[in-house]
């Protein structure tokens, strides 16, 4: 009875390890989709997974400043930077840890039974044994290995800490453009609005018109065609900004509906000019740009690892002792048992070197050599793209500043065009098609303009990126 009982579970054992290794299978075959039961399982899994609340008001209107804020504290992106920060820095710590000796307790216990054979009689002998034992081990000198191993942990930690504020700069970056975006849209939204009134003030006097026998009815049905062109360009601009609020949701780690209200584009200050030389602005990008500073001490950490390389050459001295309290019951048949206590221990000194290893030393060595070159071919070629996307970012930004000049010019120039030729067509002097061109040149005008005023905003706030600026102290002040 009791065989079977384990036959049958050793039998449900199988079956279960067989179940769980048929669902970690690879696809039957590759023009069906993989199914298993473990993918509802996961499903679930990623269902639990979710953003912290939302502290977003919805009824509140945010500036740019606070955005980001709330963009720091809660995008999930950030958190993981932090924590990749927190590990390397363990990590540092586990490499200091080397310079320290170590200290281990054991304890054993133990109970040995065997025949004995004495003569051509076997006796049996039972041993039991209690030993508690500290083992110290620390390494005396070992050429520079540990402190090579110490620097580029530290160095590795630099580098993940440059990068932690890297992942910030684009963090910022991302919600800037996105505000920025979300900004463009609800001015297109208003600039539709008022082409579409527009539209329906020319076919309300082409109306009026034919019902004084002053217009023909082409006349109003190309008039009745632009109110419908109007109506079907705000619909578009509509599915624009729904879609640059959901763009500035994610960028601010929360849910893709989360309605997030901004500032007025009228409300916000348009910059006239650029403060500052370009070649300065290139230099402060070289100085203060994070993923130029993970990569220099990217150097740091390969020069670090050829000094331990080159360690590898050298012997290396270690100590070790250990001390043990010992306790033995000797129990023997046909004799007395037996007892003893006693504190035993040892010190020890080696000396370790590697006399040869077919090669491995010097190749580790070549190795390390070769990619502190390498790290550092990688560093200039980090700062000839830092240069340059500074060079293009402070070029589109004078672009910009020029385009919304022409911008307000053009339209001053459409806004009186089109006054003055709904007032002609009214007098009869001028034709509808007159009023209806002028009428798509002011849409126009009025679409160019909250491109140009965002578009400035856009440049300004990348050639920050570029630079750096963005997560530097005090460079949110004075930020449009």
Not at 178 to 193: K, V
Not at 269 to 284: A, M, N
Request: net charge negative; charged share 20%.
């Amino acid at each position: 009875m009791v065989r079977a009982s384990i036959q049958s579970v050793l039998v449900l054992s199988v079956l279960t390890n067989a179940g769980c290794a048929f669902s970690q299978s690879a696809p039957a075959s590759p023009d069906h989709p993989w199914r298993s039961s473990q993918e509802q399982q996961i499903a679930r899994d990623a269902q639990a997974i979710r953003n912290p609340t939302v502290s977003i008001d919805a009824t509140k209107t945010y500036p740019l400043a606070e955005l980001i804020d709330y963009a720091e504290s809660h995008h999930p992106v950030t958190r993981v930077a932090w924590e990749n920060a927190r590990a390397q820095a363990a990590a540092w710590g586990v490499a200091r840890a080397e310079l320290y000796p170590t200290l281990a307790a054991i304890a054993l216990s133990g109970v040995n039974r065997a025949e004995v054979p004495f003569g051509s009689v076997f006796y049996r002998q039972t041993l039991s044994t209690f030993e508690a034992t500290l083992d110290l081990e620390y390494t005396v000198f070992d050429f520079g290995a540990r402190a090579g191993r110490i620097a580029a942990a530290s160095a590795e930690a630099l580098a993940v800490n440059f990068s932690f504020n890297d992942t910030h700069r684009k963090v910022i970056d991302q919600v800037e453009q996105a505000y920025y975006g979300l900004l463009n849209a609800t001015g297109q939204e208003q600039a539709a609005r008022a082409s579409l009134a527009n539209a329906q003030a020319v076919q309300q006097a082409a109306e009026d018109r034919l019902k004084n026998g002053l217009a023909t009815l082409p006349d109003v049905l190309e008039a009745r065609s632009a109110t419908a062109q109007a109506q079907y360009d705000l619909q578009a601009v509509l599915g624009a900004q729904a879609i640059a609020r959901g763009d500035l949701a994610t960028t601010l780690g929360a849910p893709v509906a989360t309605i997030v209200r901004v500032q007025p584009l009228d409300e916000l200050r348009i910059p006239e000019s650029i403060g500052g030389d370009v070649d300065q602005v290139i230099d402060r990008a070289l100085e203060q740009r994070p993923d130029l500073l993970a990569q220099v001490a990217e150097i740091r950490a390969a020069d670090a690892k050829i000094k331990e390389a080159r360690a590898a050459y050298y012997p290396n001295l270690a100590v070790s002792a250990e001390a043990s309290a010992q306790s033995l019951y000797f129990v023997q048949q046909a004799l007395p048992a037996g007892h003893v206590a006693d504190l035993a221990g040892g010190f020890n000194v080696s000396l370790n070197w590697t006399v040869f290893d077919g090669g491995a030393r010097r190749n580790r060595l070549l190795q390390a050599q070769a990619d502190a070159r390498a790290a550092q071919s990688q560093v200039a070629v980090t700062r000839d793209q830092i240069a340059d996307e500074v060079w293009a970012a402070y070029s589109n930004l004078n672009t910009a500043l020029r385009q919304r000049e022409a911008a307000v010019a053009l339209l001053d120039a459409a806004t009186q065009s089109y006054a003055a030729a709904l007032e002609s067509y009214n007098y009869g002097v001028r034709n509808l098609l007159d009023v209806t061109a002028a009428q798509k040149t002011l849409a126009q005008a009025r679409s160019t303009d909250v491109l140009a005023r965002t578009q400035v905003l856009a440049s300004l706030a990348d050639l920050s990126f570029r630079a750096g600026d963005s997560i530097q102290p005090g460079a949110r002040v004075g930020r449009p």
